[in-house]
């Protein structure tokens, strides 16, 4: 490797130290730097300029434009900071990037979806692998749907992260480095103290420090988020989930229709909506109320819910009414 090339990873770590000095993960940014840095040292080239880049940029040409546009975004982003020192540094003209495509809207479901998964779940045959299948897709519907939880930071439970006689989740080192306890409902609490007793047997570990949801596939070992999300995706097929255009979820929709559905709880229940909000955003896990706004959609039920509250208040006035 030339010296420009060891000057270049020199560079990138300390990008990496002072983005994760201000709470980043940069994790996939990381994986993406490296990918440039090898990119030019197999080619033997010096540094990244406009023939490179694009070079680079070909290499993954095949993936989708959102995919594409948040790669070199990246490397920009990066070379934005090298500027700062070097004012000869290359820097990629950000409307060259392709054009962002919209994402998929989520598909928002609720209770008859999830107990129609539920039933779908009972149903699934236990496996060599994993004989506790049908137990682990049924909490994990329950945990995604009535805790919020992403799927990462299911994958990521261990024993000792849950409380079964409080009803209480703890989720260690999530997104921007922080850790949170999840009280759950009634009826989840039922569900993890359902599933705590078919676990405690053997072939299983019982340290606190064993996975939550697990299998036996290649030795003990935590469920995959490859397995779990066919695991979910197959629920959804058999119990007939779908968008009123067809579409399927996906499983970050558990998610999406977790903060919808408490929406739409509060305006039936007479909440203040507003001041909710900081509550749900400590919940999910997020560190303002402008992420949580994300995963609100308008929705038909939410609509009416709000309109039946603004008459129940307001009405008497559109009727000619007198304060």
């Known amino acids: 490797m030339n010296q420009i090339i060891c000057q270049l990873d020199s560079i990138i770590d300390r990008y990496l130290q002072r983005q994760r000095a201000l709470g980043r993960a940069y994790i996939g940014e990381e994986w993406m730097l490296m990918s440039v840095s090898r990119f030019l040292s197999d080619r033997d080239i010096e540094d990244l300029d406009q023939t490179a880049f694009?070079?680079?940029?070909?290499?993954?040409?095949?993936?989708?434009?959102?995919?594409?546009?948040?790669?070199?975004?990246?490397?920009?982003?990066?070379?934005?900071?090298?500027?700062?020192?070097?004012?000869?540094?290359?820097?990629?003209?950000?409307?060259?990037?392709?054009?962002?495509?919209?994402?998929?809207?989520?598909?928002?479901?609720?209770?008859?979806?999830?107990?129609?998964?539920?039933?779908?779940?009972?149903?699934?045959?236990?496996?060599?692998?994993?004989?506790?299948?049908?137990?682990?897709?049924?909490?994990?519907?329950?945990?995604?749907?009535?805790?919020?939880?992403?799927?990462?930071?299911?994958l990521s439970l261990t024993l000792g992260d849950v409380d079964s006689t409080l009803g209480v989740l703890r989720i260690r080192n999530t997104k921007f480095h922080k850790t949170r306890f999840v009280p759950l409902s009634p009826g989840a609490r039922q569900e993890v103290r359902r599933y705590l007793k078919q676990r405690s047997g053997p072939p299983f570990k019982m340290s606190t420090d064993s996975p939550l949801l697990c299998n036996c596939h290649s030795g003990f070992r935590p469920y995959t988020g490859t397995g779990l999300s066919y695991g979910i995706r197959t629920l959804f097929q058999e119990a007939n989930v779908r968008s009123s255009d067809g579409r399927r979820p996906r499983v970050h929709d558990f998610r999406h229709s977790f903060a919808v559905q408490a929406l739409l709880r509060w305006y039936r229940e007479g909440a203040d909506v507003q001041s909710s909000l900081p509550k749900l955003a400590m919940y999910m896990g997020h560190v303002s109320i402008v992420s949580t706004a994300y995963y609100l959609k308008w929705i038909p039920d939410i609509a009416e819910a709000a309109s039946r509250r603004f008459e129940s208040h307001f009405g008497h006035l559109l009727d000619g009414g007198l304060t």
């Not at 040409?61 to 948040?70: D, E, F, I, K, M």
């Not at 700062?84 to 290359?90: G, I, K, L, N, Q």
């Open 54 to 154: 694009d070079a680079w940029c070909q290499s993954f040409s095949g993936l989708t434009a959102n995919v594409r546009r948040n790669r070199q975004r990246v490397v920009r982003n990066f070379c934005l900071y090298r500027r700062r020192t070097e004012p000869s540094c290359f820097v990629p003209d950000i409307n060259r990037f392709p054009r962002p495509n919209a994402y998929v809207a989520p598909v928002i479901f609720g209770a008859a979806e999830v107990g129609r998964m539920l039933v779908a779940a009972k149903q699934m045959r236990p496996t060599p692998g994993s004989p506790l299948r049908p137990s682990v897709m049924r909490l994990a519907v329950v945990l995604l749907y009535t805790a919020g939880l992403r799927r990462g930071e299911l």
